[in-house]
């Protein structure tokens, strides 16, 4: 219980203290390059920019709040190969000179210069170059001088997010990453395909006015500049962290509907074993709700304990996942841990052991004295549809079919976990099936962000499927000491250990494979109330991942009762009937 409730609580944990932890990378970012408070930019309505918009995107230099600005720098697309890999370039054209705002940051190498480029930082890593390597564009061979970072625009692949027109469908299938060269190799570059457009970096009196500044002088007119505010620039530089954040918190929510099964197994069974503490404490005079309390408190406090662990677990993990990657300088160090996450974490940390323990306990509280003292097996119920209905199967078949009705409650929460879990497993393959479509397939580049994703939901889809397990054998050994007379009864009858062992797996096995193929809708749904926060869609992954989730599922559900349900019916016939 107590390792269950830990795991849930540490992913809550992480899910909310990522929230807006990049700001610092990219503040830092933004002191060290100058960054602009809003960038401006015209394209081309009918290829050349016009003098008309050139005019209007440079008037901009005087607006009231400008104090300072850099460009209009041309900017063109090109076709880059390096190293045997194509992909595409945006190119802005710089001055030798430094400007005064936004002059990215060298991490590596120098400044532009004729016949060589600068990368942006995470572009480079993705292509796996770096300073002193050739290149070409369009064709035309450079030398790469330097690797850079900047706050002016977001890092690859997210570039786009501040205005791209690719014209080309060779250049148009992959995502763009950023190069500066000189302003006359830009020209160059230029096409009637590909004309130049221009970005002009502006610093603002009051930089916090950017998105007013931004709406006050951005127009719906095609040949009108664009403008753009840092904030919005920062809030892409750190879509990573706020995916990660999106989901831990889906996790967070998953593993604890997973923890509310595991506890209420572990409290059933429990409660089960303590019948004659009930009934001593009522003969020495506790009400049932005192006694009710009783049960309630053990668990309470060791939720709290596991709130603490949580806590701790997830301040701990959170510096690894508060990376925004190669874009931005710096790292946003340890999250805060403020009071409302804490509170947060212990409130559905109780709330889960409530939910579970409330049952159990109220009914250990309405047991009778007496019987509680005699503590005598509970007689299971007897469904006669069910009897007859399983009288025609094999013996395996058959006591898996009656040991599953006589403890319904007990089989819903084995179909509930696997159903939770498949689901976790489904949405993840839809955004892995998603980020193929949308990238991995067009693109010879490796996606930043998709590879640290997949390394959240790998660590996500590892503990789902770890606290399912543990459900799946927690549920089974339940079963198979609830069942040990009754097992023990069958075998006296005739039934081998071999036939009781495959009854005890099969009772957990049917609700498993009802429990996958309701997790399968139930994996559309999770991702479908979540595409919204992610601004995303829903692709359909292959039938056959779909399946093999299904028949994996039964198969691992099969293999893991194995060992409990043989153990139990390896047990001693006459040793069990004298007991009971």
């Known amino acids: 219980m107590l390792i269950t409730i830990t795991a849930a609580s540490a992913a809550l944990t992480l899910g909310l203290i990522l929230h807006g932890v990049t700001s610092q990378p990219y503040a830092h970012t933004r002191a060290a390059t100058r960054g602009p408070d809003a960038v401006a930019n015209v394209f081309p309505n009918g290829p050349p920019v016009s003098a008309r918009q050139l005019a209007e995107l440079t008037a901009l230099d005087h607006a009231r709040g400008v104090t300072a600005h850099s460009g209009p720098y041309p900017v063109t697309w090109a076709l880059l190969r390096a190293h045997g890999i194509t992909a595409s370039a945006q190119v802005e054209g710089r001055d030798e000179a430094a400007a005064p705002v936004d002059q990215p940051k060298l991490t590596q190498g120098s400044w532009v210069r004729p016949g060589e480029v600068v990368i942006e930082r995470s572009f480079a890593d993705a292509l796996g170059i770096g300073a002193g390597v050739r290149i070409t564009l369009n064709g035309r061979s450079f030398r790469v001088a330097g690797v850079a970072v900047t706050a002016a625009f977001p890092p690859y692949p997210d570039i786009c997010a501040a205005g791209c027109i690719i014209g080309t469908n060779q250049m148009a299938a992959n995502q763009p990453g950023l190069v500066w060269t000189t302003r006359a190799a830009a020209r160059g570059l230029a096409t009637t395909v590909e004309p130049l457009t221009y970005f002009l970096n502006l610093k603002l009196a009051h930089p916090g006015s950017a998105d007013s500044f931004a709406s006050a002088h951005d127009s719906a007119s095609q040949t009108a500049p664009s403008l753009l505010g840092w904030q919005d620039i920062s809030q892409d530089d750190g879509i990573v962290v706020q995916k990660e954040q999106l989901v831990m918190m889906v996790a967070s929510w998953l593993l604890c509907l997973l923890a509310v099964a595991s506890v209420a197994v572990l409290v059933t069974g429990r409660v089960a074993d303590q019948f004659r503490r009930v009934g001593l404490l009522k003969a020495v005079g506790a009400t049932p709700g005192l006694v009710a309390m009783v049960f309630l408190a053990e668990y309470l406090v060791l939720a709290l304990l596991a709130a603490a662990l949580g806590l701790t677990v997830g301040r701990l993990v959170a510096p690894l996942l508060t990376s925004a990657g190669a874009g931005l300088l ?117 996606d930043p962000r998709i590879e640290r994703l997949n390394q959240v939901m790998m660590v996500f889809t590892v503990a789902l499927v770890a606290l399912a397990a543990v459900n799946a054998l927690l549920i089974t050994w339940a079963m198979v000491v609830d069942a040990r007379r009754s097992s023990a009864v069958a075998r006296a009858l005739g039934a081998t250990p071999g036939q009781v062992s495959a009854g005890l797996s099969g009772a957990q096995v049917l609700p498993a494979l009802i429990g996958a193929l ?62 009971e």
């Open 518 to 579: 309701l997790g399968i809708p139930g994996g559309f749904g999770l991702v479908e109330a979540v595409r919204h926060s992610a601004g995303s869609t829903i692709t359909t992954p292959p039938i056959w991942w779909l399946a093999a989730v299904v028949i994996g599922t039964v198969a691992v559900v099969a293999v893991l009762t194995a060992v409990p349900a043989r153990i139990g019916a390896r047990r001693s016939v006459a040793v069990v009937l004298q007991t």
């Open 330 to 446: 710096g790292t946003a160090g340890a999250p805060p841990m403020t009071l409302a996450t804490v509170g947060v974490v212990a409130a559905v940390a109780l709330a889960v052991a409530a939910v579970a323990t409330l049952f159990p306990a109220v009914r250990a509280a309405r047991t009778s004295t007496v019987p509680a003292l005699a503590d005598a097996a509970r007689p299971p119920r007897r469904r006669g549809w069910l009897v007859a209905l399983s009288a025609q199967f094999p013996a395996p078949l058959l006591l898996a079919l009656r040991l599953a009705g006589r403890r319904p409650r007990r089989v819903l929460l084995s179909v509930f976990s696997v159903a939770v879990t498949v689901s976790g497993i489904v949405a993840v393959l839809i955004v892995h099936a998603h980020d193929d479509l949308r990238f991995s397939a067009a693109s010879p580049l490796a």
